[in-house]
């Protein structure tokens, strides 16, 4: 599972009901989206703030979970250089994933020991909201055994990825997320083995729903995913209400 753990506090076993807010972003350089995650994450185990959901795109990046190998990325640094595309080493658990325009990106900071939230249904609840938003498109989606993040005809050898996911727990906060591909140049997966899988076949909502994606213009790309991003929201938030809390 894409998971990695710092030490957690102990929790006050709360009930799961804990407010959840919102908060749609827009187009966030990846360095700064990673800041802004650091200081809620700070904020929010200080209870500060309550539970975040963020919601934005990334302009092209490439991170590396903390334990990723760099020899899935396929690509030389020339190549990378001029595609203007940068690599990032995070402290997320997970392989290596692109993020670029067209891709809904979600990052829940959560005080999952609050909420009495352990991990795994954590995982279930986001791969729950990317598998029900590809749905809202007309996409069938869903989880495979042994790989997490959400996939169209997952029980096929020609299984293909369409959301990737990769958390951090905090001091029993959460943080980092999904991506969620809605209609983002594929051809940048090639520069990459997906989350550390050689072969495997990234797809999106646009090309399983049969857009034109290269008809779309990018405000109209841009306008899918703050849709994906509503969807995803609403379908997250009924997942964690149906959470119930860990007895320890």
């Given at each position: 599972?894409?998971?990695?753990?710092?030490?957690?506090?102990?929790?006050?076993?709360?009930?799961?009901?804990?407010?959840?807010?919102?908060?749609?972003?827009?187009?966030?350089?990846?360095?700064?989206?990673?800041?802004l995650?650091h200081?809620?994450?700070e904020d929010?185990?200080?209870?500060r703030?309550?539970?975040?959901?963020?919601?934005?795109e990334?302009?092209?990046?490439l991170?590396?979970?903390?334990?990723?190998?760099?020899?899935?990325?396929?690509a030389?640094?020339?190549?990378l250089?001029?595609l203007?595309?940068e690599?990032i080493?995070?402290?997320?658990?997970?392989e290596?994933?692109y993020?670029?325009p067209g891709?809904?990106?979600?990052?829940?900071?959560?005080?999952?020991?609050?909420?009495?939230?352990l991990?795994?249904?954590?995982?279930?609840?986001?791969?729950?909201?990317?598998?029900?938003?590809?749905?809202?498109?007309?996409?069938?989606?869903?989880?495979r055994?042994?790989?997490?993040?959400?996939?169209?005809?997952?029980?096929?050898?020609?299984?293909r990825?369409?959301?990737?996911?990769?958390?951090?727990?905090?001091r029993?906060?959460?943080y980092?997320g999904?991506?969620?591909?809605?209609?983002?140049n594929?051809?940048?997966f090639d520069?990459?083995?997906p989350?550390?899988?050689?072969?495997v076949?990234?797809?999106?909502?646009?090309?399983e729903a049969?857009?034109?994606a290269?008809?779309?213009?990018?405000?109209a790309?841009?306008?899918?995913?703050?849709?994906?991003?509503a969807?995803?929201?609403?379908?997250?938030?009924?997942?964690?209400?149906r959470q119930?809390?860990?007895s320890?």
């Amino acid at each position: 599972m894409a998971v990695a753990t710092a030490s957690t506090a102990v929790g006050a076993g709360s009930p799961s009901a804990e407010p959840l807010e919102v908060r749609w972003l827009g187009r966030v350089p990846y360095r700064e989206a990673w800041a802004l995650q650091h200081r809620l994450l700070e904020d929010r185990i200080l209870e500060r703030i309550p539970d975040q959901l963020l919601l934005l795109e990334h302009p092209a990046v490439l991170t590396l979970g903390r334990g990723a190998d760099p020899l899935h990325v396929r690509a030389s640094p020339a190549a990378l250089e001029a595609l203007g595309i940068e690599v990032i080493r995070v402290e997320r658990g997970g392989e290596v994933t692109y993020h670029g325009p067209g891709q809904l990106v979600a990052y829940p900071i959560l005080a999952v020991s609050r909420r009495g939230l352990l991990i795994r249904p954590l995982v279930r609840a986001l791969e729950a909201a990317m598998i029900e938003t590809c749905a809202s498109f007309g996409v069938v989606a869903g989880r495979r055994d042994g790989h997490p993040g959400s996939w169209v005809a997952p029980e096929h050898t020609e299984a293909r990825k369409i959301g990737a996911l990769g958390l951090r727990i905090e001091r029993g906060v959460s943080y980092h997320g999904i991506a969620l591909n809605i209609a983002p140049n594929l051809a940048h997966f090639d520069l990459i083995d997906p989350c550390g899988m050689p072969g495997v076949v990234s797809t999106s909502i646009a090309v399983e729903a049969g857009w034109d994606a290269a008809a779309l213009a990018p405000d109209a790309v841009a306008a899918e995913v703050a849709r994906a991003g509503a969807r995803f929201a609403d379908a997250f938030a009924a997942g964690l209400a149906r959470q119930p809390a860990s007895s320890g």
